[in-house]
């Protein structure tokens, strides 16, 4: 089966057909496949976007879905990820959607189960679904990836939306730099490293991540006022980017200590037309794994 693990695992020419699919939905609400087939969402970490946008996603395009909750499943016992899984597949999914806190988890599934598994999270590796609609968003903005100045800026180290990011926009063509706490960046991250003044001046895309307070094995660099003072954008900072310079941010937000709370929602935030986006990739991404499981076709 086709997985959908890593962005590493796609090259630019997949990703750009990745791309077109997604836009195609966007551009054809109405569009549906005919088949009945099922889809099943295993969340072990929480989510908002990712978990209701596959929902979203997989109703939008004619999907069952098999209802899963950690929780109150046989994992509580003592079940495994590879059991729940093997379970799952005998059942009828056709797809699964994961999330879980331990990174590369799907090693252990990959070459033993038959259906396609897709990254919804794994701890701090990748997240490839939310690199296709931070892909999308940009595309749309500018047109082309090609020396687009996106400066990726917070908590890099415990981010896999950056790591996912960072290379791939790379290998697209953008200009790639980070900022935020250099405690928090390794040798060859601080390579491309600005300091936030003069980010905001070269910026395209500011990037702005959240802190991942739940990961931090080591003491937090600054209160969350500090931190919005030093590393943060606020007004001020934000005033001085480019004309037709965005901000994005995965979400969930920290308002006011990563973005100021007047920016989520100002004119050159681009934070909700991602989550938006979160559907189109996520229907295109199912697409592409059913259409080389089953055969599924455009109509
Ligand atoms: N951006 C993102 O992955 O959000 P959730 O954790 O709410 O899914």
Not at 193 to 212: C, G
Not at 234 to 258: L, S, T
Request: charged share 25%; hydrophobic share 40%.
């Amino acid at each position: 089966p086709a997985h959908v693990l890593t962005m590493e695992d796609w090259d630019v020419s997949a990703i750009h057909a990745l791309l077109e699919k997604a836009q195609y939905f966007a551009d054809n609400p109405e569009k549906l496949p005919l088949q009945r087939l099922y889809a099943a969402n295993l969340f072990f970490e929480p989510s908002t976007r990712t978990k209701i946008s596959f929902e979203a996603a997989e109703r939008n395009l004619g999907l069952d879905l098999l209802h899963f909750e950690a929780d109150t499943s046989s994992v509580i016992k003592g079940e495994s990820l590879y059991d729940t899984v093997k379970t799952l597949e005998s059942i009828g999914a056709d797809v699964v959607v994961i999330r879980h806190g331990r990174e590369r988890f799907f090693d252990e599934l990959r070459g033993h189960v038959n259906i396609p598994i897709i990254n919804g999270g794994d701890g701090c590796g990748h997240h490839p679904t939310q690199s296709f609609l931070d892909l999308l968003t940009i595309r749309q903005e500018f047109g082309t990836f090609t020396n687009v100045n996106i400066v990726i800026a917070g908590d890099i180290y415990h981010s896999r939306v950056a790591r996912s990011n960072l290379e791939v926009l790379e290998r697209l063509g953008a200009n790639v730099y980070v900022s935020g706490p250099k405690e928090w960046m390794s040798d060859e991250l601080l390579q491309r490293y600005l300091p936030m003044d003069e980010a905001v001046e070269a910026a395209d895309v500011m990037m702005m991540l959240r802190i991942q307070h739940e990961r931090h094995t080591v003491k937090m660099v600054a209160g969350p006022d500090e931190y919005h003072k030093r590393f943060g954008l606020n007004e001020e900072k934000a005033a001085r980017m480019k004309p037709g310079a965005v901000i994005m941010h995965p979400a969930p937000v920290n308002r006011n200590v990563e973005l100021a709370d007047a920016l989520v929602e100002s004119g050159r935030s681009r934070i909700f037309k991602q989550m938006k986006n979160g559907v189109f990739v996520r229907m295109a991404v199912l697409h592409y794994v059913l259409e080389k499981q089953k055969g599924w076709l455009d109509q």
